[in-house]
């Protein structure tokens, strides 16, 4: 199994731009979840979605964040327009569903530098 | 106040000694309780699962919880540099609750 995957690894932009997060979860995973990581906040969970369908966005820091899910394997995490307090490491987790036994299987993450 | 709070060290050990760590909450709805290892410029993987209070093993580690302290730990027997990471505890109530990390406490074992 490939685990979870996304693109790009790293992402410098400028301030102003559109950014574009990738992700494909797990084959057969239901549950998708997008988080964000810094030092001074840890790990945040932003949105999260249960058979391609948003569950609970009130992680998301704004109105310049939207996600997307058009179908089971693939998934967008958008920043329009990007700021450099945008900066951080971009997860994607994907897990079997939402009951609590199960577990998230986590990406590796996306780098994103604004500038 | 944070829902979930967890020293960040950075926590310096020998090789061989046990690493404790712990995280404590507030919220008493917690009843799914997990530990997960973080390599730098990794994402974060699954150690350790508990549901409700009590203590499990596997093979080295050892997860506790006392939710009638709302306090979880997180134990590593004798230690290896292989286990310097960071180390997050993460939580949830019911089924579809989502997840609420501690801060992640950052792990080094020196040889």
């Known amino acids: 199994d490939a685990g979870v995957i996304q693109s790009p690894r790293h992402e410098v932009t400028e301030m102003g731009q559109e950014v574009t997060l990738r992700c494909k979860p797990i084959?057969?995973?239901?549950?998708l979840f997008w988080y964000r990581q810094t030092m001074m906040r840890g790990l945040e969970l932003l949105i999260y979605?249960?058979?391609?369908?948003?569950?609970?966005d009130s992680g998301m820091p704004e109105d310049r964040f939207s996600a997307k899910m058009p179908n089971a394997s693939f998934s967008t995490l958008k920043i329009q327009p990007s700021e450099p307090r945008d900066s951080a490491v971009y997860f994607c987790?994907?897990?079997?569903?939402?009951?609590?036994?199960?577990?998230?299987?986590f990406g590796p993450g996306t780098r994103l530098t604004v500038l | 106040q944070k829902e979930v709070e967890q020293d960040p060290g950075p926590l310096s050990v020998p090789e061989g000694a046990i690493v404790s760590l712990n995280c404590t909450y507030s919220?008493?709805?917690?009843?799914?309780f997990m530990w997960y290892r973080q390599y730098s410029r990794k994402g974060p993987e699954l150690l350790m699962y508990?549901?409700?209070?009590g203590n499990k093993e596997d093979g080295r580690f050892t997860a506790q919880v006392d939710k009638s302290s709302k306090y979880i730990s997180l134990f590593i027997r004798d230690s290896q540099p292989s286990d310097s990471a960071t180390y997050l505890c993460?939580?949830?109530?019911?089924?579809?609750?989502?997840?609420?990390f501690g801060a992640g406490t950052q792990v080094v074992v020196t040889p």
């Open positions: 987790a994907s897990s079997l569903a939402l009951s609590g036994t199960d577990t998230q299987y």
């Open positions: 084959s057969g995973h239901n549950s």
């Open positions: 508990t549901y409700s209070s």
């Open positions: 993460a939580m949830r109530g019911d089924s579809w609750g989502k997840f609420q």
């Open positions: 979605f249960n058979n391609n369908v948003p569950i609970d």
């Open positions: 919220n008493s709805a917690f009843q799914y």
